[in-house]
């Protein structure tokens, strides 16, 4: 109890963050995004909010050209850790599913240097994953359905 009366988690998670960012600067996109996720990693979960706010958000908006450098895996890796780690705040208290969300690749960012296969796995994977697989399906099938009609 007595430790829960000294102890500052945000102020922590923020004296890390200011330590890290400089490292940040100097550090190529890949190993930038590395210690990202390992930084966010480290930050006390009382102070996940100050994290994803002011750490992985932070990232995504202060190194917006990073995703032309970084591999198709290495963004698609950040997405889903961003999205793990936003589903297990699912009440979103003081914005931490929001910001873990927003710091996420877009699909075009994630396309930006990949290869024609590679696009299309990536399209495929996001196409499959939560509600809109009905898209997937019409799409699937009114490209049948055009394909039938021609003959």
């Known amino acids: 109890m007595w430790d829960q009366w000294t102890s500052h988690p945000a102020a922590d998670a923020r004296d890390f963050i200011a330590n890290l960012k400089p490292r940040l600067a100097s550090a ?69 599913m929001t910001n873990y969300l927003n710091s996420k690749f877009s699909t075009t960012e994630i396309n930006y240097n990949a290869t024609p296969v590679q696009a299309v796995s990536n399209l495929f994977s996001s196409a499959t994953s939560g509600t809109t697989n009905w898209v997937l399906y019409g799409a699937i099938g009114l490209g049948l359905l055009i394909l039938l009609s021609k003959k």
């Open 28 to 96: 190529d996109p890949y190993n930038r995004l590395v210690q990202v996720i390992a930084g966010d990693q480290k930050i006390n979960e009382r102070a996940k909010d100050v994290s994803a706010r002011e750490l992985v958000l932070w990232y995504r908006q202060n190194y917006p050209t990073d995703f032309m450098t970084l591999t198709p895996d290495a963004k698609n890796y950040f997405n889903n850790y961003v999205n793990s780690r936003a589903s297990q705040y699912p009440q979103n208290i003081n914005g931490i």
